[in-house]
Structure formats: C-alpha cells, structure tokens
C-alpha cells in the first residue's frame, strides 16, 4: 500500500507576507528533513503534484457569495463585503495569487481523500493543508478556504464512514461547526482551552446537537498543560471513542503548535507525546489523510512532521549526515535540534491545576459522550 506526499515546492514558496506567522514555507523545510533523514526513498512512497480544486468543489462547504468575496479581494477589488468577511485583516491579509493558494490547498487535500478512496493508498499527507478555522462565509485565524471541511463532506457524500481528529493547539472551530448535528463524521479536537485564547470555543459541553449529539468531542488543555497530563486525556478519551466509531478514513489535523517552545500558543508538549498520539491514531483506520495545519515555531513543526511522517509510514529516521561532518548539524535542524526533544515534566501547582481541568474534561466527557456510544 502507498504513502503519498502531497507537495509542491511553488505551494511552499507562498507567503502571507514577510511578517505574517503563518509560513507555508514549513513544508519545503519539512520535505528537506524527509531527504536527510531519509524517509522518503522506499518503493511504496510517492511524491505528487497538488492539482488545485475545481471551484464547484468549494460550496461543499462554502456560501457562493463568500468564494466570489475572496476571489475579487484576491483580484485586488476592495468591497465592502470583504470586511464582513474578515478577508484584509492582520490575520487574514490578502496576498498575490490568494485564490489560487487556496484552490492548490483545498485541492492538495481533496486529491489526497479521493487518493483513499481506493485501495492502493493508505495514508495521504499534504503539509499545506489542516485550514481547520475557515467558516462558511467567512476566513478567520489565517485560513480562507476549509480544506477539511470540503474533504470530509465529499467523503460523506461518497459515504465514507469519517473521523476527524485535530490536535492542533486551537480549536478545530471550522470543522465542528461544519458536521455539528451529524452522527456521520466523529469530531475530536484537543487543544488549548478558549478562555482567553483564540477562537474562544471548543469547550467540553460542545457535543453536538440533535443527531450529532456526542459526536463532536471537544479536550480543552489548561495553558501549561504537558505531555503527562495530554497522554492522560487523548488516552482515557479518543481510543475507546474511535473503537466504536470504527472510521472507513481518518482526517487528522497534526499541528504542531501545541509544542512547548511555539510562539503563538501555550502549551508545553514535545515530540514525545506527539509521537506517541500518532502511533496511536495510526490504529483507528486502516486509512489516513494527515494536514499540516498550525506550528510557528517553523523548524521544531517541519521536525514534527517528520516525526509524524515516519511514524505514519511505519519506518525509522536515519540521518545520512552523521558522522560525516565530524557530527556537526547543519540543513534547517541546525536551528531546532534534533527531530526529538528530550522529556519535559511540569512540576508543583501549575501541574495539578493543570490536571485537575483534565481530570475534570475526561469525566464529563465519560459521563455524558460515552453512554451516547455504548461505553
Ligand atoms: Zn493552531
């Protein structure tokens, strides 16, 4: 069975401007990392070429009105109907070739679903996709168009049984508010809570509403929280979850924002526990479609990446450059380090406060979601 790479260099090469965090150029660090650790030279791996989305494909998920918005701000056309949209902001800039970023993204995941579709694939990764924030009718938290939402929706349709798992540091806002009353698509995010914290929703008592009761399933992380206490949680939650639910395709969104040393959120996890919810996810389907999504600590994502690639394939990084420099690092890890961290244990208070709200999650998590799956 085939691994594919959903990767274009031209893609990576996108920016939101020099200043703006989100770096589409983590996938060309991350592609660099694949070759010196060589994790991308067996026969069952292949390396494609995104083919952007036709646009009919977008109102899968997206209002009509919202797509011909992006595509005139994308032209250069100011409209007022742009700031409903929140299209021209500090976190949504508009950027030359915006439109068509969005249709080679939206278009790299969608050819990675249809990809599962068959039976010679088994696990799907586009680095540039994972836009989990993107509402029908307007972009928010640097993304424009919902890959995810778009995917999944075109599984259903095929009727794919879908889980979607996102362990990016935010909510996974876009996702859950696109299958909210459906028992079709099993929702799971993990992230940092909302209180304070950007997009302020994805707290415990969103389950779903009417058919979709208990199956959109929401662990928000107290700020600080670290490996010890999320192993504990995605544990005790997602595995029993997913046995039930039994997925055709599982959709991850694999951020790595929820890493310690990340700029924008708080959270202190490492590789180790990263790794470990991969292995983990790899169980659920026989299926996988891996998205990028988050990460701001550019070289420490591409280094999660690799980790989650290598994990998804099955195969161990060997670094080809060892021992042949007189040890010494260069290529893009010269600034992240190695590909993993070494253990990080919070201690005192600030840990059992933080165990304390995951205790508290897992609880009414089991109390109200589990009866709802016969567990
Ligand atoms: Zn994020």
């Known amino acids: 069975m085939l691994d594919v790479l959903i990767y274009s260099h031209d893609l990576a090469m996108t920016e939101y401007g020099a200043a703006h965090p989100f770096k589409p150029a983590r996938a060309k660090f991350f592609v660099e990392l694949l070759n010196r650790f060589h994790l991308i030279f067996e026969d069952n791996q292949k390396i494609v070429e995104p083919v952007p989305i036709s646009e009919e494909l977008l109102y899968l998920f997206h209002a009509r009105e919202y797509i011909e918005v ?36 939206a278009g790299a995941t969608y050819q990675g679903a249809q990809m599962l579709l068959g039976d010679e694939v088994r696990m799907a990764f586009n680095p540039v ?31 794919k049984r879908v889980a979607y798992l996102d362990i990016d540091a935010h909510h996974g806002n876009g996702v859950q508010d696109a299958f909210y009353d459906s028992d079709k698509v099993l929702t799971i995010s993990l992230h940092e809570s909302g209180e304070g914290f950007y997009p302020g929703t994805g707290f415990e008592k969103e389950i779903g509403d009417d058919e979709g009761r208990g199956y959109n399933v929401n662990i928000p992380f107290r700020a600080g929280t670290d490996d010890e206490v999320y192993l504990f949680a995605f544990e005790a939650v997602v595995p029993p979850l997913m046995e039930r639910f039994k997925p055709d395709i599982l959709v991850a969104q694999i951020g790595g924002d929820g890493h310690k040393d990340d700029p924008l959120a708080d959270l202190n996890l490492t590789s180790n ?14 299926k996988v479609l891996a998205l990028g999504g988050g990460g701001y600590n550019v070289f420490k994502t591409a280094s999660l990446w690799t980790i989650a690639w290598a994990t998804l394939c099955g195969i161990e990084p060997v670094d080809q450059y060892v021992g042949r420099v007189g ?9 992240a380090g190695h590909l993993d961290d070494a253990p990080f244990v919070l201690e005192g208070a600030e840990k059992e406060a933080c165990f304390e709200q995951a205790r508290r999650v897992v609880a009414y998590l089991q109390k109200t979601v589990f009866p709802i799956h016969g567990l």
């Open 129 to 159: 996709g994972g836009l989990h924030h993107a509402g029908r009718d307007h972009a928010s938290g640097f993304c424009y168009v919902n890959d995810i939402a778009i995917a999944i929706a075109d599984l259903r349709q095929k009727g």
């Open 70 to 105: 992006l595509k005139k701000a994308s032209a250069g056309e100011f409209s007022m109907e742009m700031l409903w949209a929140e299209i021209g902001t500090g976190d949504n800039p508009i950027f030359k070739g915006m439109f068509e970023f969005v249709l080679d993204v």
């Open 327 to 335: 040890g010494m690092m260069f290529g893009p890890e010269t600034e």
């Open 273 to 286: 526990s990263y790794k470990r919810v991969i292995q983990t996810m790899k169980q659920f389907s026989p």
